[in-house]
């Protein structure tokens, strides 16, 4: 029983590292930006609670049919996902965007300096995880609770199991306290 509940708590502590390295190391190394998508503007390409990849792109190389990331002119402080339907290059580089749900396209063009990213990819309900986990990481508690501690634990655990292989006198003590119930139970059947 010990053993299972040893092992479970590895999986389940390992599982928190392998999410933290995808959701904060990944994104790192690759320049890039995960997003979860709020509105339903977008679906069925980005449905509501969907985590997005956002890469950083040269507003140059856009063109009609892609997904951008751009703050809005008119709410400069959001972040709106849509599809370009027309790229404006004089005089000034910019896009004409629609939701694919919305009837008609954005009120107004987003200049080419409001583009953050384009959307590589989304993986769907996925967002909901991530906010979830993102409401909770945020201050020095929650990091310290949702990653630093399970690595903390990961490598004590390894450190134990580590020093309990390497000692003679430990596992000679381990082998014969099992001969010793071993010889126990067959007393008794």
């Not at 980005?46 to 002119?73: S, Y």
């Not at 790229?87 to 896009?95: D, M, N, R």
């Not at 080419?112 to 909901?128: E, K, P, Q, T, W």
């Not at 990091?143 to 000692?167: C, E, H, K, Q, Y």
């Given at each position: ?117 384009r959307v590589s990819f989304n993986i769907h309900n996925l967002g909901y995880v991530l906010g979830y986990i993102r409401q909770y990481t945020r201050g020095p508690l929650g990091f310290t609770l949702s990653i630093a501690l399970p690595t903390v634990l990961l490598i004590g655990s ?32």
């Amino acid at each position: 029983m010990r053993r299972v509940v040893k092992w479970s708590t590895i999986i389940l502590l390992g599982l928190l590292v392998v999410i933290a390295i995808v959701f904060v190391l990944l994104p790192a190394v690759f320049a890039s930006r995960l997003g979860v998508v709020y509105s339903g503007s977008m679906e069925p390409a980005m449905p509501v609670g969907a985590i997005v990849w956002m890469e950083p792109v040269d507003p140059a190389q856009i063109k009609v049919g892609d997904i951008i990331a751009f703050n809005p002119p008119w709410d400069p402080d959001a972040t709106v996902s849509h599809r370009v339907i027309e790229v404006i290059e004089a005089p000034t580089l910019g896009f004409y965007t629609k939701g694919d749900v919305n009837e008609d396209p954005d009120f107004d063009t987003v200049p080419a300096d409001n583009v953050l990213a384009r959307v590589s990819f989304n993986i769907h309900n996925l967002g909901y995880v991530l906010g979830y986990i993102r409401q909770y990481t945020r201050g020095p508690l929650g990091f310290t609770l949702s990653i630093a501690l399970p690595t903390v634990l990961l490598i004590g655990s390894a450190m134990r199991d580590m020093n309990f292989m390497l000692s003679p006198a430990k596992r000679r003590a381990r082998q014969l306290k099992k001969m010793m119930e071993r010889r126990k139970r067959s007393k008794f059947h």
